[in-house]
């Protein structure tokens, strides 16, 4: 897949690979993208993505996650 973007002067300080970290980032905080896709995407090692993820504060842990935990918690047999 090739992307344009265009020549603007706001692009101008941004190297490939901040353009790449930056797009993944917003694709995996928004849901669109799988962590492993966005690792890919960032071409960013699986360790060194979640320190940047961690550094801008996005959350992998979703709402559907915390209902699936939830109700494995609630199968658990009483102690």
Known sequence: ??????DDPALAGMTE???RLDLACGLFAAGRVSRTVACRIAGMERYDFDQEVSRRKISGYTEEM???DLANLSDLPPR
């Open 1 to 6: 897949m090739t992307l344009t973007l265009p």
């Open 66 to 68: 915390l209902e699936e």
């Open 17 to 19: 690979s901040d353009l």
